[in-house]
């Protein structure tokens, strides 16, 4: 195919067909991590053919500057004149990164997503391989010798600033000088006046770091060296206790010296230096029971038929619907033995960072040192590190929330997607893809077994059963014996208010006294609120204003451990004010609650019980999560209070009470699927409750007992609920019954936004049967991070006509200044 390219871009066509492409390719299909909807296309000089293939990357020519991108396509000709087509600067890797079903899952990606390819591949590889240069502006001697008042407004400001602060970072510098374009700049340069420095940050960061050991020679005389050098001599004399090499920062902060003390000490002999792999990562501490106990009846029917399924080695999907604490995890560990025993690996997917201590704790307790962890949290050296020890063979399993799916595993035998159901598979940004989904169409591509696993599946598994699309497997008895918890519903309207809780209560008096009881029986409780902070709005009690962020149309979040109020969207942080901005009155109240507010609470009920948080804000803490959740696990906190990470895949079996402080914070939110969320997190985190040898209690606090999320809930009724949520869907054109794509446009202007969004529903021109378009209107959250928010919700019977009305949406364009986004399959409308 053909098609124009802007200026300055490299043509976007490529033919490809070869039947031998290495080492014979005189064109390269290369895809950039930039907003081009295709890859672009380059020539391969003769030296660079032996080593240009596919997956691997190349640095290449865009718009005046050298930017890192894959190689996806190879062909022998192009359809575009040979003139046109600018060549590879340089290859960078001996060996492809990405295995070829990771590049066509990447094709699909971007196709099924619309999201331009350079951006999907950087998604998947390791965070900085495609990463563009920094780019540095700095005076020249006739720069600085210059005088800004004689050039044009914009020049001068740019002048000025380099001259101010010298060197500067050419993104910083327009934003500084307040210049939107870069043509002042590139005029500058053109004059003399000023240059650039460009640093290359696409190399995969450093996994090894120097180390120290004493040369061979005499003690004494070693010591005699360093004689009139205090800290060198002290370094001898911890190297010589230690009786081993050590790591270079280890030494200097133990002996408190400079890194150029050890080289000094290197270039004498005293020392000799060397380099080694820096520390893995450590095993998790929060692990499962070690033992391995008999199979029930159901696990066992569930191994049997999965298992089969991997022998088989062929495309099999599995719901695996089990209720808390039933084995699901057993389930999938004794199917991925089965895998590992016949030459293949395994994928584990887990919804969050989170989980992945658990998952990981049951993964390697089971499989040893062969189990690679993969999350976003990790260093990029840490990251880099697992990823290169899946990519070279060296691991048989991998466990990571979403984009653990894309880890190079060779020979995959099985995908097990846990907690199916969770939002958090669905990626927030550019590529928006639901790993879940893609996890199934790896496993169809690939021949390999699907297991999605969920004591609460989500409306689209059920669907999936439902049409015979999906083998649903049942447990339904927990293996630790006994019943699901109890669950009493307690309903708040007719509850006295707390004081200063504006009519409403926290601590019903119904749930402090199964607390009191609990806490004397010295178990342990589990105690969800969905807010994390101390009050989600801060309201004046003379005027009614509330204290909303500047660039978002939502109030601000007060936080008393930081003293201040923050913004849960765009992070914008203000001091907490003594007085209202609008009228100046003083009666600030902080209305609603957060994990903050529940735990002072908690403290003045129960004074002296031992509790924690586990929120966001914990997580943020370096090793947070795994001193958090150990300590709970080990019983040295009696109390755990969080948000809905508490209700997710733990095992704590000393907890036998859960208490829900409001069932209504979701029910409120204008999307479809407000509901099914309710659903999902009261049944799992009533599931916490009970699943050792003592029974479980549930106490759920709400102001609508009678709504249908909170009723089946109580009556961990799976089943009635998704019956039920479906003919609604059903009804009112909503997924899993019609495929959907929101379509959004963004602008520092309402106006841009709005005019972006009406041209768009135009551009839908006549729709056909069963195709709808909603909209444009504005968006719920109207306004975020300064842009004003339009959207259209475009629904179709099948993912054909819902690709057919995209594109003619898309082809309207974008007018103005106006940003679009296009989110298939969303997860939320909000």
């Given amino acids: 195919?053909?098609?124009?390219?802007?200026?300055?871009?490299?043509?976007?066509?490529?033919?490809?067909?070869?039947?031998?492409?290495?080492?014979?390719?005189?064109?390269?299909?290369?895809?950039?991590?930039?907003?081009?909807?295709?890859?672009?296309?380059?020539?391969?000089?003769?030296?660079?053919?032996?080593?240009?293939?596919?997956?691997?990357?190349?640095?290449?020519?865009?718009?005046?500057?050298?930017?890192?991108?894959?190689?996806?396509?190879?062909?022998?000709?192009?359809?575009?004149?040979?003139?046109?087509?600018?060549?590879?600067?340089?290859?960078?890797?001996?060996?492809?990164?990405?295995?070829?079903?990771?590049?066509?899952?990447?094709?699909?990606?971007?196709?099924?997503?619309?999201?331009?390819?350079?951006?999907?591949?950087?998604?998947?590889?390791?965070?900085?391989?495609?990463?563009?240069?920094?780019?540095?502006?700095?005076?020249?001697?006739r720069g600085a010798a210059a005088d800004p008042t004689t050039l044009p407004d914009r020049q001068q400001g740019i002048l000025q600033h380099l001259q101010a602060e010298g060197r500067s970072r050419t993104t910083a510098l327009l934003t500084a000088a307040g210049v939107a374009t870069r043509g002042p700049l590139d005029t500058l340069i053109d004059a003399g006046l000023v240059r650039l420095r460009r640093r290359r940050r696409d190399r995969p960061p450093r996994v090894e770091i120097a180390a120290v050991r004493l040369a061979d020679r005499p003690l004494e005389e070693l010591l005699a060296s360093c004689s009139r050098a205090p800290k060198q001599r002290r370094v001898v004399e911890h190297l010589a206790e230690a009786g081993r090499p050590a790591l270079q920062r280890e030494v200097c902060e133990v002996v408190g010296c400079a890194p150029s003390v050890i080289r000094a000490m290197a270039d004498k002999g005293v020392l000799d230096r060397f380099t080694q792999l820096a520390p893995g990562r450590p095993r998790w501490a929060l692990r499962p029971d070690e033992s391995r106990f008999e199979l029930t009846d159901q696990q066992a029917v569930a191994v049997s038929?999965?298992?089969?399924?991997?022998?088989?080695?062929?495309?099999?999907?599995?719901?695996?619907?089990?209720?808390?604490?039933?084995?699901?995890?057993?389930?999938?560990?004794?199917?991925?033995?089965?895998?590992?025993?016949?030459?293949?690996?395994?994928?584990?997917?887990?919804?969050?960072?989170?989980?992945?201590?658990?998952?990981?704790?049951?993964?390697?307790?089971?499989?040893?040192?062969?189990v690679a962890v993969l999350h976003s949290a990790q260093s990029e050296g840490e990251r880099w590190r697992q990823w290169r020890m899946v990519r070279e063979g060296r691991a048989d399993v991998v466990v990571g929330p979403r984009s653990a799916l894309f880890a190079p595993l060779g020979r995959l035998g099985l995908i097990v997607v846990d907690e199916e159901h969770d939002s958090a598979y669905k990626?927030?940004?550019?590529?928006?893809?639901?790993?879940?989904?893609?996890?199934?169409?790896?496993?169809?591509?690939?021949?390999?077994?699907?297991?999605?696993?969920?004591?609460?599946?989500?409306?689209?598994?059920?669907?999936?059963?439902?049409?015979?699309?999906?083998?649903?497997?049942?447990?339904?008895?927990?293996?630790?014996?006994?019943?699901?918890?109890?669950?009493?519903?307690?309903?708040?309207?007719?509850?006295?208010?707390?004081?200063?809780?504006?009519?409403?209560?926290?601590?019903?008096?119904?749930?402090?006294?199964v607390m009191a009881e609990t806490i004397e029986r010295d178990e342990q409780i589990i105690l969800l609120i969905q807010r994390r902070g101390w009050a989600p709005v801060m309201l004046c009690r003379d005027c009614g204003h509330k204290l909303e962020c500047p660039d978002c149309s939502i109030p601000l979040v007060l936080h008393r451990r930081r003293r201040g109020l923050q913004c849960h969207y765009c992070s914008h942080n203000e001091p907490l004010p003594a007085q209202c901005p609008r009228c100046g009155g003083t009666l600030l109240d902080a209305v609603g609650a957060g994990t903050e507010k529940v735990a002072h609470h908690l403290a003045r009920h129960f004074p002296g019980v031992t509790a924690a948080i586990l929120d966001r804000d914990t997580v943020r803490h370096r090793n947070g999560l795994e001193q958090t959740l150990g300590a709970f696990a080990a019983g040295r906190v009696q109390v755990l209070v969080g948000t809905q990470m508490v209700a997710k895949g733990h095992h704590f079996p000393h907890v036998t009470l859960t208490g829900v402080i409001s069932a209504d914070a979701l029910l409120g939110l204008p999307d479809f699927r407000a509901g099914e969320r309710t659903f999902q997190l009261l049944t799992q985190v009533a599931g916490r409750a009970g699943r050792g040898d003592r029974p479980g209690r549930v106490v759920i606090q709400t102001y609508y007992p009678d709504h249908p999320a909170v009723r089946h809930a109580s009556d961990h009724d799976v089943d009635s609920f998704n019956r039920?949520?479906?003919?609604?869907?059903?009804?009112?054109?909503?997924?899993?019954?019609?495929?959907?794509?929101?379509?959004?446009?963004?602008?520092?202007?309402?106006?841009?936004?709005?005019?972006?969004?009406?041209?768009?529903?135009?551009?839908?021109?006549?729709?056909?049967?069963?195709?709808?378009?909603?909209?444009?209107?504005?968006?719920?959250?109207?306004?975020?991070?300064?842009?004003?928010?339009?959207?259209?919700?475009?629904?179709?019977?099948?993912?054909?006509?819902?690709?057919?009305?995209?594109?003619?949406?898309?082809?309207?364009?974008?007018?103005?200044?106006?940003?679009?986004?296009?989110?298939?399959?969303?997860?939320?409308?909000?």
């Fill in 1 to 141: 195919m053909s098609c124009p390219s802007p200026p300055g871009e490299p043509p976007r066509s490529i033919k490809t067909g070869l039947d031998d492409r290495h080492g014979s390719a005189a064109f390269a299909s290369v895809a950039v991590p930039r907003g081009v909807p295709e890859a672009l296309t380059y020539s391969v000089p003769e030296m660079l053919r032996p080593l240009v293939r596919e997956g691997v990357r190349a640095r290449v020519p865009l718009r005046g500057q050298t930017v890192t991108g894959v190689i996806v396509g190879l062909s022998a000709i192009t359809d575009i004149d040979p003139g046109l087509v600018r060549p590879i600067t340089e290859v960078l890797d001996p060996e492809p990164l990405l295995p070829p079903h990771l590049l066509e899952l990447a094709s699909f990606v971007s196709s099924y997503y619309r999201s331009p390819l350079g951006i999907t591949l950087a998604a998947m590889l390791p965070a900085g391989l495609l990463r563009a240069d920094a780019e540095e502006a700095e005076l020249t001697p």
């Fill in 305 to 370: 038929e999965i298992t089969a399924a991997v022998h088989s080695g062929k495309y099999a999907p599995f719901l695996l619907a089990g209720i808390t604490g039933s084995g699901k995890t057993e389930v999938y560990l004794r199917c991925l033995e089965a895998a590992l025993d016949a030459g293949r690996t395994g994928l584990v997917l887990v919804p969050e960072i989170g989980l992945t201590p658990a998952a990981v704790g049951a993964v390697e307790r089971r499989f040893g040192e062969r």
């Fill in 427 to 513: 990626q927030g940004e550019t590529p928006r893809y639901q790993a879940r989904d893609l996890a199934l169409v790896l496993g169809h591509h690939l021949g390999v077994p699907v297991l999605l696993c969920s004591a609460t599946p989500s409306v689209e598994a059920a669907a999936l059963a439902e049409r015979g699309l999906a083998r649903r497997l049942e447990l339904n008895r927990r293996v630790a014996g006994g019943s699901l918890p109890e669950v009493e519903l307690v309903d708040l309207r007719g509850e006295p208010p707390e004081p200063g809780e504006q009519g409403r209560t926290l601590f019903s008096r119904r749930l402090r006294e």
């Fill in 724 to 830: 039920e949520e479906l003919v609604y869907r059903r009804a009112f054109h909503y997924p899993p019954a019609v495929r959907m794509a929101l379509v959004r446009f963004e602008a520092t202007s309402e106006r841009a936004a709005r005019s972006a969004a009406e041209a768009a529903a135009a551009a839908a021109g006549t729709l056909p049967t069963g195709v709808r378009v909603r909209g444009p209107a504005p968006a719920p959250l109207e306004r975020l991070r300064g842009q004003w928010r339009w959207q259209l919700l475009l629904t179709a019977p099948n993912r054909e006509l819902l690709r057919e009305l995209t594109e003619r949406v898309e082809s309207a364009g974008v007018l103005g200044r106006a940003h679009r986004v296009v989110d298939v399959d969303p997860l939320s409308t909000l």
